[in-house]
Structures are given as C-alpha cells and as structure tokens.
C-alpha cells in the first residue's frame, strides 16, 4: 500500500506484527531526535505523528502527546448543511437491556430505512464493559446483507488500525454505526433518520460503558458531538478541526471521553491523512492510559 522508506520505531515498543500492521496502514513512525532527511520530515504522515513522550504503555505501548488536549472554543462559522440534532434517549428506550435493546432495535420500523433493509446492524464485538466503542456512520450493502458493522473495504481497514494498537474486533471493542439501517445508495442518513435512530446509540453507550469512544468519519463525529451536548458551531466544524481534541461525553455513569477520526473509507481514499488518524489513535489510546 505504501512505497514510503522503511520506518523508524526508535522508542517505541511495537512488535513486528504492529509494525507491519501500520506500514500496511501507510503510517511511518519519526522522532525529532531521529537523523532522518529533510525530505522526510515534510511527509504528511511523518508530521502527523507525535513523538513518544513518557513510558511506554501496557497495551500496546504508544506515545502520549506531551500535554492533555482542550476543546477549542466555537466559531463563529455557520454550519455548511444541517446537522444532526441533539437528542435524548426516549424513555421508552432507558428501561431496556442489552438483550431487549437489540431486540428493539431489530425489530425497529420507525424510519423508512427498515423497508430496504436486509439485516438491522446493531454492532458487533465486547459488550462486557469494553474499552472501546468506534462509531461509524451507517451499514454499507456489505454490511447490510451480513448485519455485521465494517465487513467491506473500510472495514478491513479499520481491523487494520485495532491491530496496530493492540486491538481486534471483539476484544476489548465494540463497533457500531449512527444508523442500524443502510441508506439507499449509501446516501448520508437524513437527519430525521438521525433523531430516530440516535437513542439507540445513546442507549448503546449507556449499557456498554465503554472507557473511551472513538467517532469515524465527520457525520459520526457530529452526530456523537450531539449526544455529548456540543454546541452547533463547533459540530459544523470540519473534522480536520474537530480532530486531534478530546470531547466529553456526560451519561448516566460519569463523562466519557470522545475522540474523533478520519473515516477508514476516507483513508482509503486519502492514503496521505492514515498519519493523522495514527496520530488520534495516539491520543486516544493516551487518553486511556491517563484514565486508567
Ligand atoms: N461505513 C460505516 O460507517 N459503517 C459501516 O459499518 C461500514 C462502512
């Protein structure tokens, strides 16, 4: 995938595997320190990934930016489309348990998206207090037909990136979309279909209490930034600006932390931003240490 010079793991305790696993990503390590080329150090990818600054961590060990990241103030810029709204968990909803949560949500008809569907998309993976919860935007035909969550190209992209950092699918993660139907076309859900199907995920992250939420890709960065009561203005941000910063989330069980990413199927598309989104997996996996 990549044709860039071999990477530099100086420092960081990443085992062959990984190191083939973020190569694979299109992802090269670098350190201020290390005597690489001037050339290199133009590299997007080289740019976009932070040096290690304190011990290595448990599992696996990355390198922790060097001070804990805010979340810049709103702009004044009005949004460029509408956005999704913020929404509460219906009552109807806060009683349920996992079991009956998924039952709900399979049995659901409550936009139009449940007439072309196959297979409602739940999500798959650790539902036992998992570590992690990454949100995608919403089933593509793949995952439609087998009602599993990124089984397609970005899917496999996103195996990718939870290897890198120690991760697999089902192992200390949950994956779910947004959306548990497939938009026709795999258009951008409405934002009616948005408000339908929000309080699922809310209830979803209720249930599941995941330490950390990872949101892909803009629509599930705005849509998780609504949950968490971020304001309008800065949810319209573009993701380049809403990246690299860590959000909170307030439920029921305390706030939890919200980092957002690039889209596995933008990245596929924009193999020069897999840096970046190394980068956020950083500070994301550092937010966790720090919390632990
Ligand atoms: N893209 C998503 O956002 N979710 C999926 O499940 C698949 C592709």
Same mark, same amino acid.
């Given at each position: 995938?990549?044709?860039?010079?071999? !990477?530099?793991?100086?420092?960081?305790?990443?085992?062959?595997?990984?190191? #083939?696993?973020?190569?694979?990503?299109?992802? &090269?390590?670098?350190?201020?320190?290390?005597?690489?080329?001037?050339?290199?150090?133009?590299?997007? +990818?080289?740019?976009?990934?932070?040096?290690?600054? /304190?011990?290595?961590?448990?599992?696996?060990?990355? %390198?922790?930016? %060097?001070?804990?990241?805010?979340? &810049?103030?709103?702009? #004044?810029?009005?949004?460029? &489309?509408?956005?999704?709204?913020?929404?509460?968990?219906?009552?109807?909803?806060?009683? +349920?348990?996992?079991?009956?949560?998924?039952?709900?949500?399979?049995?659901?008809?409550?936009? @139009?998206?449940?007439?072309?569907?196959?297979?409602? !998309?739940?999500?798959?993976?650790?539902?036992?207090?998992?570590?992690? *919860?990454?949100? =995608?935007?919403?089933?593509?035909?793949?995952?439609?037909?087998?009602?599993?969550?990124?089984? =397609? @190209? @970005?899917?496999?992209?996103?195996?990718?990136?939870?290897? @890198?950092?120690? *991760?697999?699918?089902?192992?200390?993660?949950?994956? $779910?979309?947004?959306?548990?139907?497939?938009?026709?076309?795999?258009?951008?859900?409405?934002?009616?279909?948005? %408000?339908?199907?929000?309080?699922?995920?809310?209830?979803?992250?209720?249930?599941?209490?995941?330490?950390?939420?990872? #949101?892909?890709?803009?629509?599930?960065?705005?849509?998780?930034? /609504?949950?968490?009561?971020?304001?309008? /203005?800065?949810?319209?941000?573009?993701?380049?600006?809403?990246?690299?910063?860590?959000? &909170?989330?307030?439920? /029921?069980?305390? $706030?939890?932390?919200?980092?957002?990413?690039?889209?596995?199927?933008?990245? *596929?598309?924009?193999?020069?931003?897999?840096?970046? #989104?190394?980068?956020?997996?950083?500070?994301?996996?550092?937010?966790?240490?720090?919390?632990?």
């Amino acid at each position: 995938m990549s044709d860039t010079p071999p !990477v530099l793991t100086q420092g960081l305790q990443l085992d062959e595997r990984q190191r #083939a696993m973020l190569a694979e990503m299109g992802v &090269r390590l670098w350190w201020p320190e290390a005597d690489v080329s001037p050339d290199a150090l133009t590299d997007t +990818l080289t740019e976009a990934v932070p040096p290690p600054a /304190a011990a290595p961590v448990a599992r696996p060990p990355v %390198a922790a930016p %060097a001070a804990a990241p805010v979340v &810049r103030p709103a702009p #004044a810029a009005a949004p460029a &489309r509408p956005l999704p709204p913020v929404v509460a968990a219906p009552s109807s909803l806060s009683h +349920l348990d996992w079991a009956a949560l998924q039952d709900s949500m399979k049995a659901c008809t409550a936009c @139009a998206l449940s007439q072309g569907r196959s297979h409602v !998309v739940p999500g798959v993976g650790d539902t036992d207090r998992p570590d992690w *919860l990454v949100v =995608g935007e919403a089933p593509g035909e793949q995952e439609d037909r087998q009602g599993e969550p990124f089984v =397609g @190209a @970005a899917g496999q992209l996103l195996d990718k990136m939870l290897f @890198a950092m120690g *991760l697999a699918r089902g192992e200390r993660v949950f994956i $779910t979309n947004v959306i548990k139907c497939r938009p026709p076309h795999n258009r951008n859900p409405e934002p009616a279909e948005v %408000a339908q199907c929000s309080p699922f995920l809310q209830r979803q992250i209720e249930l599941l209490q995941p330490r950390i939420v990872l #949101a892909v890709g803009r629509f599930a960065a705005q849509s998780v930034l /609504a949950l968490a009561g971020v304001d309008e /203005a800065t949810r319209a941000q573009p993701l380049g600006k809403l990246r690299g910063q860590v959000f &909170r989330l307030p439920t /029921a069980q305390g $706030t939890v932390p919200v980092v957002v990413s690039y889209h596995p199927a933008y990245l *596929l598309r924009s193999p020069a931003e897999k840096g970046k #989104a190394w980068a956020d997996l950083c500070l994301a996996m550092a937010q966790l240490e720090r919390s632990a």
